[in-house]
């Protein structure tokens, strides 16, 4: 049973950068076709970034030309580079592998 792990989660100034990670419990197929979602207080949960299978990507219109997703290797599921962030890109950030259905728990995003 896979178990992912976000991290790199932080309190950033606007106009900061930040990467996240998603680590996988061990490797496996899961990391082909992942994303990124984020959830604000009061909000639904949105996804910003995804890579499928064949390595197509593709972004929130509210992230594009400031978010990149990437993907890892061995343990490391998917990457999320966010740049020139932004008071409306607070909020808790999760990956999930599309291919198996699995959630991370979280890596919470503050940008003051």
């Known amino acids: 049973h896979v178990q992912l792990v976000e991290s790199g989660g932080d309190s950033v100034k606007a106009g900061g950068s930040l990467t996240l990670s998603c680590a996988a419990s061990?490797?496996?197929?899961?990391?082909?076709?992942m994303s990124w979602y984020r959830q604000a207080p009061g909000k639904e949960r949105e996804r910003v970034a995804s890579?499928?299978?064949?390595?197509?990507?593709t972004y929130a219109d509210s992230v594009k030309g400031r978010f990149t997703i990437s993907q890892g290797d061995v343990r490391i599921m998917v990457y999320l580079r966010m740049n020139n962030l932004k008071l409306e890109d607070t909020a808790m950030y999760y990956c999930?592998?599309?291919?198996?259905?699995?959630w991370g728990q979280g890596t919470q995003v503050t940008v003051s």
């Open positions: 999930k592998s599309e291919r198996c259905s699995i």
């Open positions: 061990h490797d496996t197929y899961c990391r082909y076709g």
């Open positions: 890579m499928d299978r064949e390595g197509r990507i």
